[in-house]
């Protein structure tokens, strides 16, 4: 075990949800994620680096929240053992655990923290965010060092969204030190939901940075501390994707300045702060350069999709629509929709796909062309074929390409139902 020279809790920020996390005791690696085409050739870094591992540094743990690409990155995590040597990588305890499934298959060695973790005077532990959902993996690290009579406290809610039954585990009688929490949403919605030229993506990109501004600042009130530091979800669109950048209603960390005064932006591979001061080193004092952004996205915008890696033609409208119907009752027994909701898939040559969403439902799909009525609720999907095929074969993943602003959506009425968005995670063979 290395040596920590540091009092207290030490916090230092690599990039987007990437930090390291010190006690005199241990060193936690947080959240990792430096390999550029993530979501399927969606999401890139910015500000990106050449060697974040050097950065980084020696570790004794590796702590991963949850399995989006831009958390658990196997690539890096395999060049970075391959430097400093196999850790211990700290997990959540999920019924469901997706993301230890799929460490294991890529090779590493993964501890399910069903308790603590302790090394002397530094006590570790991993929250599972749990709504009774076959969707949930996302979870929260709590680090805690014991110095005499005072005990410092460092909270990393991660992805967590605002729930105040969840945030209750984390309110002590004292404020704790350090709260790392998010700020803004990163998913496809407004980007994927509107024509880039309506008029009504502008504002549904403002309203959607506003909403997730409140919950920031219901959570904060939920959870008394002394500094917050807003992180991840920094990242920008490439390939095909790019023009989209614009519209996602993503903030800058640094906005959050304006509504929080305790609010600490630290600077990407740089900036850190303890919980014994409480001082930060290296803060970043305004939003990242839009020209810069512009620069990053003008290199990345003719970036390869991995579905393009598919032959064009080799897959048929009558394949899709095979696979569909093997995928359906799947994806049914799994479906958390109790009444009817429909997707439709564009086909070729004007044909739709439809399928109930109703895990009561025992219709298979139906096909459409454009000029047949369609029924509602639904949401209709456009979408490349070779994605598709690859997303019901297990090839992709649907959350992936959800995240990753991988296809078009367009909902009658348009209402969003959580239910229905979960389904999709389920619809393969």
């Not at 850190?272 to 001061?277: A, R, V």
């Not at 095929?389 to 296809?407: D, I, K, M, P, R």
Request: include cysteine.
């Amino acid at each position: 075990m290395m040596t920590h020279p540091v009092n207290g809790i030490n916090v230092r920020m690599i990039y987007s949800a990437c930090v390291v996390i010190e006690t005199p005791n241990c060193k936690i690696l947080c959240d990792p994620w430096f390999t550029d085409g993530i979501y399927d050739g969606a999401w890139f870094l910015h500000p990106k680096i050449d060697d974040p591992a050097s950065i980084i540094g020696d570790c004794d743990y590796v702590y991963v929240s949850h399995i989006h690409p831009d958390h658990y990155d196997p690539k890096f995590l395999h060049e970075y053992f391959a430097i400093y040597g196999k850790k211990k990588i700290l997990v959540a305890n999920f019924s469901e655990n997706y993301l230890a499934m799929s460490m294991q298959r890529e090779g590493f060695e993964v501890s399910i923290c069903n308790s603590d973790t302790r090394i002397e005077n530094t006590t570790i532990s991993i929250h599972p965010h749990i709504t009774n959902s076959l969707s949930d993996i996302d979870s929260a690290l709590l680090v805690q060092f014991q110095d005499g009579n005072r005990t410092h406290r460092v909270i990393n809610l991660n992805d967590c969204v605002y729930d105040p039954d969840f945030l209750d585990q984390f309110v002590f009688e004292e404020k704790i030190d350090i709260l790392l929490l998010g700020y803004t949403g990163a998913g496809p919605y407004p980007q994927t939901y509107f024509d880039i030229d309506d008029p009504s993506l502008v504002s549904a990109a403002i309203n959607k940075k506003s909403q997730f501004f409140t919950r920031y600042l219901e959570t904060i009130k939920h959870v008394p501390s002394k500094v917050r530091i807003p992180f991840a979800g920094q990242y920008v669109l490439g390939g095909c994707l790019a023009v989209m950048n614009e519209a996602r209603g993503v903030a800058d960390s640094f906005e959050t300045t304006k509504i929080d005064n305790q609010a600490i932006v630290l600077k990407e591979y740089e900036g850190s702060i303890d919980t014994e001061s409480l001082i930060a080193v290296s803060e970043r004092t305004e939003p990242i350069s839009r020209i810069s952004i512009e620069n990053r996205i003008t290199e990345i915008e003719n970036s390869p999709m991995a579905y393009e890696a598919i032959g064009a033609g080799l897959i048929s409208a009558g394949l899709v629509v095979n696979l569909l119907n093997k995928a359906l009752p799947r994806a049914r027994k799994k479906s958390e929709c109790t009444s009817d909701y429909f997707f439709t898939f564009e086909l070729q040559n004007g044909q739709r796909a439809v399928l109930n969403a109703n895990r009561h439902g025992n219709s298979g799909v139906e096909l459409t062309t454009k000029e047949d009525p369609l029924p509602q609720p639904r949401s209709e999907i456009s979408i490349d074929l070779r994605y598709l095929f690859g997303l019901l074969t297990g090839l992709f993943h649907w959350n992936n390409a959800e995240v990753g602003s991988q296809f078009q959506t367009r909902r009658v009425p348009d209402q969003f139902s959580r239910e229905a968005q979960n389904f999709l995670n389920f619809l393969m063979i």
